[in-house]
């Protein structure tokens, strides 16, 4: 009987070498996953030049994975539903409280951006309808709560638009709010326009809103998160992307947004699910 003797120095090369190979498999399919997405999502999303519109009164939803991502992204749009005599309420789904300094950890870091969402909305006059309080950064893990919340927070409110992040925003609690999103209209059967902004990367915009005439006061509530503004240039970043924006329509400033209804919003959301 003939005894197959394996070197130890030759069976560490072996597994070394499938581990690597299994390694660059799995990045061959991460990058064959995200260009399919990405095709996806464009041929969805790809529309006529975007739609310069105007905000007309109605009751508003705001979806804020984090206090401060309501004046980052739409912000402007906001300040000119406060003019118009909309009402909005703002839900955060997280307790905001990553990326804390030393001196600011856990709870502590909770409290102050709360309290820096209170005067934010003081001063944009719309209301905090809730904070859900999930953990910041592991929003994912808690999806079907999420979209029970939200589903309770929809039929409470009764919006006519419901905004939130794109399905695609680069940031994972970003994503888990839009996937939380489409649970909750599952849950609801809400009919009504879903305005997704972008906060961490750019989508492809079919409207945008001229926020020339209330730039600064957006600037204003950015710099209100003070917690924040400290030590990421997030005024400066963001009314550059809305100069940016500007330049396709025809105005100085502008938000943009991928504008849809319900039957729409599920579709798109749901490539995530699929890839």
């Known amino acids: 009987m003939t005894r197959l003797i394996v070197h130890p120095k030759r069976s560490l090369q072996v597994r070394t070498h499938l581990s690597a190979a299994k390694t660059s498999m799995l990045k061959q399919l991460k990058q064959w996953a995200a260009g399919r997405f990405l095709s996806r999502v464009h041929r969805i999303t790809h529309r006529l030049p975007a739609e310069l519109r105007t905000v007309k009164p109605c009751r508003v939803m705001v979806l804020a994975p984090h206090m401060d991502d309501e004046v980052i992204g739409p912000g402007g749009t906001l300040a000119l539903h406060q003019a118009?005599?909309?009402n909005v309420g703002v839900v955060f789904t997280t307790n905001s409280n990553g990326g804390a300094p030393p001196d600011?950890?856990?709870?502590a870091m909770t409290e102050r951006r709360t309290a820096e969402a209170r005067d934010v909305a003081q001063r944009l006059g719309f209301d905090i309808l809730d904070v859900f309080g999930f953990p910041d950064g592991q929003l994912s893990r808690h999806e079907p709560d999420l979209a029970t919340n939200l589903a309770r927070s929809i039929r409470d409110w009764a919006p006519d638009q419901i905004f939130c992040p794109f399905p695609a925003d680069h940031h994972r609690d970003h994503q888990a709010t839009s996937?939380?999103?489409?649970?909750?209209?599952r849950k609801t059967g809400w009919q009504g326009e879903v305005w997704c902004y972008e906060i961490w990367s750019t989508l492809w915009p079919n409207v945008e809103i001229d926020i020339t005439s209330v730039v600064e006061t957006k600037r204003e509530a950015i710099a209100l998160y003070y917690s924040q503004v400290a030590s990421m240039s997030y005024i400066e970043s963001t009314l550059g992307l809305n100069r940016y924006r500007g330049l396709r329509v025809r105005v100085p400033y502008a938000e943009a947004f991928f504008v849809c209804d319900t039957r729409e919003y599920l579709r798109l959301a749901g490539i995530l699910s699929e890839i």
Do not use: E, H, R
């Open 179 to 185: 996937a939380g999103l489409a649970d909750a209209l």
């Open 84 to 86: 118009a005599g909309s």
């Open 104 to 107: 600011l950890k856990g709870s």
